[in-house]
């Protein structure tokens, strides 16, 4: 374990492995730990990089609202700490699939391969609500969520309700500083969407990148879902592959079909 400062934060990464570089982003209120299985089948051929976002896990608090060009920063960043520039292969779960493919339109050198594992997909992306507002109340939320003592009293049962498996739960989510962090990343969804929506317009992925969309199925996602992970590969000129049977957590149900993508990327 060990920790990095990056914008004044200290963050949790964690590097195991060697080979080729590859990193793991976890999607909304996930951890570190949600990867081991991954890890565990990559390590033997790839130098692995893992980290809690602001809030996340074991880092620290989240100072700022996230912004995804600052979240593809924030991978480079992760990076250049360890000392691995890289190029590495970027897998991003969920709302991370936001984050990675942002890295990769924003430092193609500095990107092998990039892996959508469930991604978010957001077709139409829009805002109701201004940003202030929206953040704002995320703050508010989380300050009374810590003011009664609930992240406390019921953060880890929520959290092994919502996800089963092993990991140092209480530790993570017993903590109002998780649960601040994940309501401020829900509350600028919408905008991370948009910006993502600008990049695409503006900077094109590099010729020849590997992409994968790894889509879950069986475990909720129906076909429907997997029509919008279908199409997010086409925009994205990448290879499509169903990991089944697998709810959203992927990288638990069925770690091999991640680690698959990464060692075996395309068709």
């Not at 809690?52 to 990076?79: F, N, Y």
């Not at 897998?91 to 193609?108: K, Y």
């Not at 609500?129 to 049962?157: D, K």
């Not at 993502?196 to 990148?209: E, M, Q």
Request: with cysteine; charged share 20%.
């Amino acid at each position: 374990m060990s920790f990095v400062r990056i914008g004044g934060v200290p963050h949790h990464v964690r590097v195991a492995g060697s080979g080729p570089v590859c990193v793991l982003s976890a999607g909304l209120g996930l951890a570190w730990f949600d990867w081991d299985a991954v890890v565990e089948r990559l390590a033997p051929w790839r130098t692995v990089v893992r980290f809690d976002r602001p809030g996340a896990g074991l880092s620290g608090h989240a100072r700022v609202a996230p912004t995804l060009m600052g979240e593809a920063e924030r991978i480079a960043g992760v990076l250049d700490a360890v000392g691995l520039a890289g190029p590495a292969t970027v897998v991003g779960h969920s709302l991370a699939g936001f984050h990675c493919e942002a890295f990769a339109r924003l430092f193609p050198e500095r990107t092998a391969g990039l892996v959508l594992v469930d991604s978010s997909v957001e077709e139409r992306p829009r805002v109701r609500v201004p940003r202030g507002v929206r953040v704002g109340a995320a703050r508010v939320g989380g300050a009374v969520l810590a003011g009664v003592g609930l992240p406390w009293a019921v953060g880890p049962a929520l959290r092994r309700v919502a996800v089963r498996g092993d990991g140092p739960v209480r530790r993570v989510y017993g903590v109002s500083r998780v649960w601040r962090g994940a309501l401020l990343e829900y509350a600028t969804y919408g905008d991370a969407a948009l910006e993502l929506a600008a990049l695409r317009r503006a900077f094109p992925l590099r010729g020849g990148l590997p992409v994968t969309v790894l889509a879950a199925y069986g475990g909720g996602g129906g076909v429907g879902w997997l029509a919008r992970q279908r199409g997010l590969a086409g925009l994205l000129g990448g290879a499509f592959r169903v990991a089944e049977p697998s709810g959203h957590l992927v990288m638990r149900d069925v770690p091999g079909a991640v680690a698959g993508a990464v060692l075996a990327p395309g068709p």
